[in-house]
């Protein structure tokens, strides 16, 4: 996630070069055939401008609409992970006051449920962003030796640890040392890491409508052709900057839609998942008595926090 950016002309530039290359391209070919070639006579090169002024305000209404629905997803992912946060919290403080101690420390079952809840965070972590779970250092300090075997191969391994903190919950229910009430509570707040887990599931695995792109993409390089027909007349060489600095102003606009698409990749401008888990992993480790915890997760020297 960009925090703050320093970033350049020149680098949007180089993002987009192919269709910079082909705007400018487009723009030099029809003021040169203006400049040098007698077509004008036959006004070959001219463009009435309210039309193409039409054209260019409906481009722009829908390139914005696309790209503000698409940071809709952004913003849905970022208040389901802090919803995350507060869940993760909540989970531990209950674990911590509401089964019993294990004398004046945390008992070994506490311990286990709140490293649980952080393997939890780091494995759907990496699910949502395509990677192999099993090969994250987070997730492999957290994972305990026997219940490896376990996740491995499940369908759904972010299920299969909540429902260990469901089966935990259930024996100490069982065996009196944990009441119905406190049981309930404990249940709701499982229920809402469920529900913040199926909210990210389904923006990740509900690509965004391809004809919204599509469409935008073959209207914007149309407009990039016939926009220099109707600014040459008026502009001469100025047709060339002009023309390209509003065809590549709809198209950034556009591409700023596409990568917020899906909140969760790896793309600098998705959600900063490996800091958000971090914090939840050094928030849960300071409430069952760790001290000596590295920093948090900071932004790098170009302002993106991942």
């Known amino acids: 996630m960009f925090v703050d950016y320093r970033g350049s002309t020149f680098g949007l530039v180089r993002w987009q070069w192919r269709p910079f290359i082909l705007f400018s391209v487009a723009a030099t070919a029809v003021v040169a055939i203006e400049e040098y070639l007698p077509l004008h006579i036959f006004d070959m090169t001219h463009v009435p401008t309210l039309p193409l002024a039409v054209i260019g305000g409906a481009i722009g209404i829908f390139v914005s609409f696309r790209t503000n629905a698409a940071y809709d997803r952004w913003w849905e992912g970022r ?6 946060i507060n869940a993760s919290r909540h989970w531990s403080s209950q674990v911590l006051l509401y089964l019993p101690e294990g004398g004046e420390t945390v008992s070994a079952l506490q311990t286990r449920l709140v490293r649980r809840q952080i393997l939890y965070v780091h494995v759907l972590r990496t699910l949502l962003r395509n990677e192999d779970p099993w090969k994250d250092e987070e997730v492999v300090a957290f994972v305990e030796d026997g219940e490896l ?8 391994i972010t299920h299969a640890i909540l429902h260990a903190q469901f089966e935990d919950m259930r024996r100490e229910n069982e065996a009196g040392r944990l009441n119905d009430i406190r049981l309930q509570s404990l249940d709701s707040t499982l229920f809402e890491l469920l529900a913040i887990q199926g909210g990210c599931e389904r923006i990740k695995k509900t690509p965004f409508p391809r004809g919204y792109g599509f469409v935008a993409e073959r209207l914007i390089i149309a407009f990039g052709f016939l926009l220099p027909f109707g600014l040459v007349e008026s502009m001469g060489w100025l047709t060339i900057p002009m023309s390209v600095l509003v065809c590549m102003g709809f198209l950034l606009i556009g591409e700023v839609g596409r990568v917020l698409e899906d909140p969760f990749t790896l793309n600098w401008p998705s959600l900063p998942l490996f800091a958000l888990s971090k914090t939840i992993e050094l928030n849960l480790r300071d409430i069952l ?10 932004p790098d020297a170009k302002g993106i926090l991942m």
Do not use: F
């Open 289 to 298: 008595g760790e001290r000596e915890l590295p920093p948090g997760p900071v």
């Open 79 to 84: 208040k389901l992970w802090g919803r995350m």
């Open 149 to 156: 075997d376990d996740y491995r191969g499940r369908s759904n």
